[in-house]
């Protein structure tokens, strides 16, 4: 995040946007959307109340309208074409890539999907429909450049030179043999600087192709360690389109937005100015799962309260302890997240990195126990009930690096993603054996 | 994250590799390494603890140290390089672009670093040194190709017949007029269908170039909003690199990552096996910050202890309070940390969000109130007691929503990366309210 930078690019666009809206002065605002690209528009619209996102979409131009759509998710989006005339939405797609449309009309309501499916119809779009969501079929733009691999770069140059216009983007070709089976990539830069007679057989690069089935976090995978800036999409071998890195870019920054927000049981809030009640009801369902561990909590607190009742100061140290296994926990399962999305762990070396949380916790286990036993035992001037809250502390923070590895681990072989569950499961076990330990140690050592 | 599938890539690598090594087949191993990627090198070192990491690197080929640890940040390539020797070190950097030595020298031993000055010396790694890390000039590769505006198709195409080998990558060229100024890009794929005798001037595109001296997250945001592959970096309008879509990827990932570690105050911890001790030491600091919220959320109880020693249900059910409004703080200020470095939340529309905010607050404040209050009385046969529980969680969800909305607000004007400290202070701010609010009410009207 930039911080010493006075006020940048979108902060002085939502800036003035606003102020244009709020003076009534449209023409003004209308050209200064026009000089916003698709995607700034996008985070325009994902940035501003409701009534400042709809007038907005009222002034803008229907055949700007399709980008953006393709640029927003969830209910920003959906919201947006509820919004909107059915010919404004006829529109709008027209500009799109298949796979772009097929994404977007999901969204749109019945007889504009069927004016869509008739408009765009054909193979292309009917294609792009039969590929998942979140696969190289639905990323990939249909718009790849073919050339034989037994071709001559002569021939390949003057078939170039026959096309109207080159689509954007387009880095490299695709090489196919005579039965149209997919061979390799060639770089355009590449047929520019070989001599006229050479085959393209001999200077292709016989990378691998993507499958159309492939998940889309593979494909971002591929680009990121082949370093590459476009590939082909095959079906059994048969080119059917190409994806971009550009393309990639928009999946590797959903999937990192998505492990923000899923961590705090926020997966699908994607606006952030939805109605109150909508976003009361989504986040009250993470509020209900901590309110039956926060219980659970309790009610192991209960089973102490004759403890308590002999010694109030117990009740007054015990979030102490509870509280610093839910952090080193936490600090553990974050790293082991972390390892599992990036594929750093594995169950060939999860042991090693249990036995080294666990000697991390152990340490750090003793060192706070015996600062909270000092400041405990001098706050109340009561050396026992120091010890014991510093013994609770060992356990508790090595309780907390066994679970932070084993939570998660559990979680992902289980298909469940750790991200959104691990952390109310952690904090779960770190304040039961918490309250556990301490309370349970005070009963047995202080009132015997 | 995948979830149903077996086992991906990059674990059936960690495996194989293992194995190798606990067997000792040393050819085998070298053989395996000699078919990965640099970036899957790279990620497999990560993945291992130090023997093992160390083993591969003794058997790694120096040509593929280089950009193996360019792939590479922090303590895992500062323990490579240690580990390596002077001549490795050298040859390493042989094959590497000018900004990636740069990069990479700040860690190597005077000595080391003297030598490779001489070797790659001369101006082009001069000229990268000067510019600061995580700027555009330090990201930019030196291997721009230039044409003049007032050239013709035809001439360019005989210019780069003429070049020996492209350099990787290559989609388009960068214009240039006779002063040397830049003045646009041009796709080599549109230079290909263009009529012999047009001039450059009527076929380029005339997008910004990038500043030596801009940020690379806001490279990476040019990138993502323009949709193209490759920019000019200039300095003074003089052209002196390019950057392509594939080194921005890098950055885009660094700063996700980036994000996810921060806010658990593993900011420096990039190493999954680094020694315990180290470890424990980093992650002392955010439990001795957390140990001081926790005992001022202990005082806070502390200056009940009367009323507690009264009544010893309110220790049993106060976690409860504190607990549900720092989840319910925490998903507010995970939207807020993220509409801020996504750009979407600012002075201009922040008051907005915070009304909506406090609102979704109240109303699950009020909902959730009165189930608690009806368990707590319930479970306590004490009607009062659980109308306090309730009138406290109100109040405790109503300010987190507001702490939610306004400590990261607070901290990013001061300069101070939300995600680092927002969730310590939140914690602290609905642990202090929520027991001062519960025990408070309590003391009130249930002593009185």
């Keep these: 995040m930039q ?10 666009n939502l800036e003035h946007i606003i102020n244009d809206l709020d003076s009534g002065a449209l023409y003004k605002a209308r050209s200064h959307l026009h000089n916003l690209f698709p995607t700034e528009i996008a985070l325009l619209l994902r940035s501003l109340p409701m009534d400042y996102r709809y007038q907005i979409w009222d002034i803008l131009a229907p055949e700007a309208m399709g980008q953006v759509l393709a640029a927003l998710q969830g209910e920003v989006r959906i919201g947006l074409i509820e919004h909107s005339s059915s010919s404004n939405l006829v529109e709008a797609v027209s500009e799109l890539a298949p796979g772009e449309i097929a994404d977007l009309i999901g969204d749109f309501p019945d007889e504009v999907r069927q004016k869509v499916l008739k408009n765009e119809g054909g193979s292309r779009l009917e294609a792009a429909l039969s590929y998942d969501g979140h696969t190289a079929g639905r990323l990939m733009s249909m718009d790849a450049l073919t050339v034989r691999s037994d071709a001559t770069v002569d021939a390949v140059l003057k078939y170039l030179r026959a096309q109207d216009k080159m689509p954007a983007n387009m880095d490299s070709l695709v090489v196919i043999d005579k039965n149209e089976q997919y061979q390799g990539m060639v770089a355009v830069a590449t047929i520019l600087t070989t001599e006229p007679q050479e ?42 389109g190409r994806i971009t890195l550009e393309e990639v870019l928009d999946v590797i920054r959903e999937e990192a937005e998505h492990a923000v927000l899923t961590s705090a049981g926020l997966d699908e809030e994607h606006d952030l100015f939805a109605p109150v009640m909508v976003s009361a009801k989504r986040r009250a369902v993470w509020l209900a799962v901590n309110l039956f561990t926060a219980f659970l909590a309790s009610w192991v607190i209960g089973l102490f309260e004759a403890t308590i009742d002999q010694i109030v100061a117990l009740a007054v140290l015990m979030p102490v302890v509870a509280s610093m296994g839910g952090i080193a926990g936490s600090q553990t399962l974050t790293l082991v997240i972390r390892g599992l999305a990036l594929h750093q762990i594995s169950a060939s070396n999860a042991m090693q990195f249990l036995f080294k949380e666990l000697a991390v916790g152990a340490v750090n286990g003793v060192v706070w126990s015996i600062v909270v036993a000092m400041i405990a035992a001098a706050w109340f001037s009561n050396v026992p009930l120091g010890v014991m809250l510093g013994g609770a502390m060992i356990i508790n923070l090595s309780c907390a690096a066994v679970a932070g590895v084993l939570i998660p681990l559990f979680l992902h072989k289980k298909g469940i993603d750790p991200a959104l569950a691990g952390g109310v499961l952690l904090t779960t076990v770190t304040d039961v054996i918490g309250f556990m330990s301490f309370l349970g140690l005070a009963t047995i050592f202080l009132l015997a």
């Design 3 to 12: 911080i010493s930078r006075p006020q940048d690019h979108s902060e002085l």
């Design 199 to 240: 085959s393209i057989t001999n200077i292709m690069d016989a990378s691998e192709a993507i499958p159309t089935n492939m998940p889309v976090s593979e494909v971002a995978a591929i680009f990121e360690h082949q370093e590459i800036l476009s590939a082909a999409v095959v079906d059994n071998s048969k080119v059917v």
